[in-house]
């Protein structure tokens, strides 16, 4: 099922990330998401969130609980931290925020420990 948002069609709610997360808590075998990235935005070269940026907490913390309560395989493909297309720079096109698959890991693991 594909699920997106309308731009700026609400100002302040989002449906869709709703129906997003029910979808992922409603799993029951297996969830397989192919992301470009999934934790925030960071100072170039380091794994510090530029300010007002953070990790998606309800989408990680579903995934844990479903992970965690359910037993359902949770599969998360990425592009490799600071991912560039060919002959771009990083500030023209960056497909990868500089976290690892290991940092999106531990940020799901962490969910799972509260």
Do not use: F
């Amino acid at each position: 099922i594909s699920m997106g948002r309308n731009g700026a069609l609400l100002k302040h709610d989002r449906p869709s990330d709703d129906g997003m997360i029910a979808m992922l808590g409603s799993a029951q075998q297996i969830i397989r998401l192919a992301l470009q990235d999934l934790g925030p935005v960071c100072i170039p070269g380091t794994k510090t969130p530029l300010p007002g940026c953070c990790w998606p907490d309800e989408y990680l913390s579903t995934l844990a609980r479903v992970l965690w309560t359910k037993g359902v395989d949770v599969e998360i493909v990425l592009s490799n931290p600071g991912s560039v297309p060919g002959g771009l720079s990083g500030t023209e096109a960056c497909y990868g925020n500089g976290w690892s698959c290991v940092d999106v890991a531990a940020e799901i693991i962490k969910r799972i420990k509260k």
